[in-house]
């Protein structure tokens, strides 16, 4: 769908492991023609140089550094979902000057005409966001996906392995300080652990039409 020149549309896809934020990001991207920055990926990005050089965040200057530095080229990265990054993400991400460093990205990016941003803090970071998705789902169904996706990747992990990982960095973040894991208040819940992709898909895309029509009427695409 080819959105009319006049039309802006900033969404927000929020949740934590697995629950289904990125294939929704991803579907809406292409289907509504938005724009996509994953910030989950900007945070695992950080934590694999920062265990790479054996740096800490202590060091600002190496900080700022890397951060500069970020595309989408070195967001390309297996290595970015290892359970080591993992977790080590969930650490990093509580860290005020981190998020402070990488809110700057994602604020310029925001500004886009058209964007879709994922993660675990967009529907907090951007409350004027027109839409704001956060997804859920149980533990167990969260771990069996992101078995599968690591599995491919690494035929050594265990389901055990992924679960805890997948269980640590989830309850972190929803209890860290700074823009903590959880829904915000006019946020639409999906619930995505009996529901299949095409429903979700189906789901939102009703919600997007809707979203548009009240505001730019029935002219808002073409």
């Known amino acids: 769908m080819k959105l009319k020149n006049n039309v802006r549309l900033l ?23 938005l724009h996509l920055l994953t910030s989950g990926l900007l945070y695992r ?13 202590t060091d600002t200057s190496f900080l700022k550094k890397i951060t500069k530095n970020i595309d989408s080229r070195l967001l390309n990265n297996k290595k970015l ?12 991400a509580k860290v005020r000057k981190v998020r402070l460093l990488l809110r700057n990205y994602q604020k310029k990016f925001s500004k886009k005409r058209l964007a879709v941003l994922e993660g675990r803090d967009q529907g907090q970071l951007f409350p004027n966001a027109d839409i704001k998705f956060f997804f859920k789902c149980t533990l167990n169904v969260a771990a069996k996906r992101r078995f599968k996706e690591y599995r491919k990747i690494n035929k050594k992990i265990s389901f055990s392995e992924v679960k805890k990982a997948i269980k640590l960095r989830d309850l972190n973040d929803s209890k860290r300080k700074i823009n903590p894991l959880k829904p915000a208040k006019d946020a639409y819940i999906v619930d995505t652990s009996k529901m299949n992709k095409k429903q979700m898909l ?5 919600i997007v039409e809707k979203k548009l029509k009240e505001k730019y009427g029935r002219n808002g695409n073409l």
């Open 11 to 33: 969404i927000t896809c929020d949740s934590g492991a697995a629950a289904g934020k990125t294939t929704a990001a991803k579907y809406l991207s292409k289907k509504f023609g």
């Open 202 to 206: 189906t789901k939102l895309s009703k």
């Open 81 to 92: 979902f290892t359970p080591m990054v993992t977790e080590y993400t969930s650490k990093i």
């Open 45 to 57: 990005y950080v934590a694999l140089k920062l265990l790479e050089s054996k740096k800490t965040t």
